[in-house]
């Protein structure tokens, strides 16, 4: 742990992505352990940002050495703050390995990086909200930095299901009026559409207003489907459901790949009109069916716990609760 006295707290701007290298591989190595997430593609691309010094943040220098870092991206009046993460015991030496052993032991640092971030955008005028979602931070670990600034807070949960062995049967007696299909690339704009009707006063919609207009529905869908972010993205575990007379989307679910044996369910949704016809149980069993035969070994999916619904459901398909995490918001008063 890095003491108070040697501690810098300087501008991401300033570092060329070698030097924050050392930090991504040890939190690459946590995301694989705690979640079976390969975040290397994330890494790659938040050093290219690096490299153009294009990524508003900081960073914690310890004695000339950097062992931590935060930064956010701005959407418009939206500051959105991607990751924070610090060395669990301080910048590892040659043959010490990666000192993973603690996980907690750096969150006096990054508590350190959060406090100077929320200063800065909670002090810009152009900045009127502020979106947090740490995935890989246990429930509660920088809640309370959040709570103090005046953040609502969310627990989530990260839910995971095996898919080895026999899975359940995917095919459901479907309305004669509805037919399923394979995502296509063209679906997007449809699909925003579809997202925007399905979270209308959702507890989601509170965390991620992406969700509360079609437009920004259609920005969430873009990261998905064209960044790694959320891992490569699989055309072949995404489907959508569709209204064979006015050809509406009226369900979809996307996954990606987010390691070599890990499947991700990056959306799911169904159009509130169409509730309660096994629509949602049938694409997760269609999408488990097809990461299977893509050689996955597991499938996971975040949901927020208000959300009693669908925790429901995805326990019924053998989802369980394998970590919980946090999202944050803030919202400045007036708009």
């Not at 691309?45 to 010094?53: E, I, T």
């Not at 953040?151 to 989530?156: L, M, N």
């Not at 990606?256 to 949602?280: E, K, N």
């Not at 997760?284 to 990461?291: D, E, G, K, P, S």
Request: hydrophobic share 40%; aromatic share 8%; net charge negative.
């Amino acid at each position: 742990m890095a003491s108070s006295l040697s501690l810098e707290i300087l501008d991401l701007r300033h570092f060329a992505a070698p030097t924050l290298r050392p930090v991504l591989d040890a939190e690459s190595a946590i995301w694989r352990e705690r979640l079976n997430w390969d975040y290397l593609a994330s890494a790659k691309l938040l050093l290219q940002y690096l490299d153009a010094r294009s990524l508003p943040g900081y960073v914690a220098v310890d004695s000339g050495r950097v062992t931590g870092y935060v930064f956010c991206v701005y959407e418009d009046s939206k500051a959105v703050i991607g990751d924070v993460f610090a060395l669990p015991e301080g910048l590892p030496r040659a043959g010490s390995g990666l000192g993973l052993s603690e996980p907690g032991a750096g969150r006096e640092v990054e508590e350190s990086l959060l406090q100077r971030l929320l200063e800065l955008l909670l002090h810009s005028p152009g900045v009127d909200r502020i979106e947090s979602q740490l995935l890989l931070h246990r429930d509660g670990e920088h809640s309370e930095i959040f709570i103090r600034a005046g953040f609502d807070v969310f627990r989530r949960l990260y839910m995971r299901r095996s898919l080895m062995g026999a899975l359940e049967d995917a095919r459901f007696d479907m309305a004669a009026e509805l037919e399923m299909r394979p995502w296509h690339d063209q679906d997007l704009n449809a699909a925003g559409k579809l997202i925007a009707e399905a979270y209308r006063d959702h507890p989601d919609s509170l965390i991620n207003d992406q969700y509360r207009t079609v437009h920004g529905s259609q920005r969430f869908l873009q990261n998905i489907v064209r960044f790694p972010g959320c891992g490569i993205f699989s055309q072949q575990a995404s489907h959508v459901v569709v209204d064979r007379k006015s050809r509406e989307l009226v369900a979809l679910v996307l996954g990606s790949m987010v390691s070599a044996q890990c499947g991700h369910i990056t959306q799911i949704c169904v159009h509130p009109g169409y509730r309660r016809l096994g629509l949602a149980r049938m694409l997760l069993r269609v999408a488990a069916l097809q990461f299977q035969r893509l050689g996955m070994t597991e499938l996971t999916l975040t949901v927020t716990e208000a959300n009693t619904r669908a925790v429901g459901l995805y326990r019924t398909e053998e989802y369980d609760v394998a970590h919980s995490f946090n999202a944050a918001v803030w919202v400045k008063r007036g708009t």
